[in-house]
């Protein structure tokens, strides 16, 4: 039955999160080159059974959150958060209200490795109780303290559980169990306000990967299991040509640069980048470069080439893969690239948003053989890796 059921999920993202370290809100850093409450919302969107994701944030972080947003179907728009948790799970809870659902999940933003198996769990459990956490057995010792530098007998470890989100709720149970703990402020969880309204709290089985990311040593563990996900390498190559036509200048690799021809094309004719988005989109088998952006279709008439690598880009990123390395080798006999290509890089690497490092552009000539020796067009090579979870 609990699959029929409309299942939304709240993303508390409304914290401060400074103990992380790196400069902003723990929910904002990146990792793997996303945003930690982007990964967590990506965790979310296309699950079974999950029909809309709300992120509650403070309304300083807006410009933060958009960015984190961009390009995600299924996201809500964001809602202001408070100055406790309980406050802004309360502000999610009311933005359902006008069109609420069955079930509601209530996820913390610094917990990006929810599996879809808890997802599932979660959802089958408020299906089934109306209030139910993950919960984890405690391996270690537990110990009170006596008093400073002392410990003393603690409670029995298998009498404890260690608690995860995503908390999952019968929405209407929820709701008005916050309406009723509106004073409270010692309540850390959402189990806890259920279990003081007066609510039992099932609990199903939670998983030891799903960590919060707390302190700066969570996100050095968080990266390299990021990067031991990522086990799928994959190259791909990309190729196109232009021929010269009418104009002053050049685009290439997302420069103007003065020429005493232009290139002819339907849009702006960037070899450099065309032949890298074609690439990029090899890498996840996305076809090429014409199929998402027609040149018989007028709206990408003189359009500029960046958008089309940066939608590339996109795509691996919604894919969860990492851009690892872009290469471009740029064929003709002028104008010269040399002077360009510092800047070239830069572009490129700001275009994908990864580090200059990890972008690559050369030139050479083809000695004066072929088109290009004729100086009647541009050609581009190029090659992209990235990196990708292991699907079988």
Known sequence: ????????????????????????????????????????????????GIRRVLPVISPEHAPLCAAALAGLDGVMPPVAGGATRQASVRAGLEALAQDPPDLVLIHD????FVSARLVADAIAAAAAHGAAVPALALVDTLKAVAEPGFLASGPDRDGVRSV??????????????????????DLTDDAAVAEAAGHRVASFAGDPTNIKLTTPED???????????????????????HAFGPGDHVVLGGLRIPHAFGLAGHSDADVVLHALTDALLGTIGAGDIGHHFPPSDPQWKGAASDQFLAHAAGLVREARGRIAHLDATVICEAPKI???REAMRQR???IVDVPLARVSVKATTSEQLGFTGRREGIAAMAAATVRLPWVD
């Open 1 to 48: 039955m609990h699959t029929q059921m409309r299942t939304d999920v709240i993303v508390v993202a409304a914290g401060s999160g400074q103990r992380a370290g790196g400069g902003l809100p723990k929910q904002y850093r990146l990792l793997g080159g996303a945003s930690v409450l982007r990964r967590t919302l990506l965790r979310f969107l296309g699950q079974p």
């Open 109 to 112: 933003a610094a917990r990006p």
């Open 164 to 185: 995860q989100t995503p908390q999952s709720f019968r929405y209407d149970l929820i709701r008005a169990a916050h309406r009723a703990q509106a004073g409270a402020n």
């Open 219 to 241: 996100f050095v563990t968080a990266e390299r299991r990021l990067l031991a996900e990522l086990a799928d390498v994959r190259t791909a190559t990309g190729f196109d040509v």
């Open 338 to 340: 040399g002077p360009h």
């Open 348 to 350: 490129i690497a700001a």
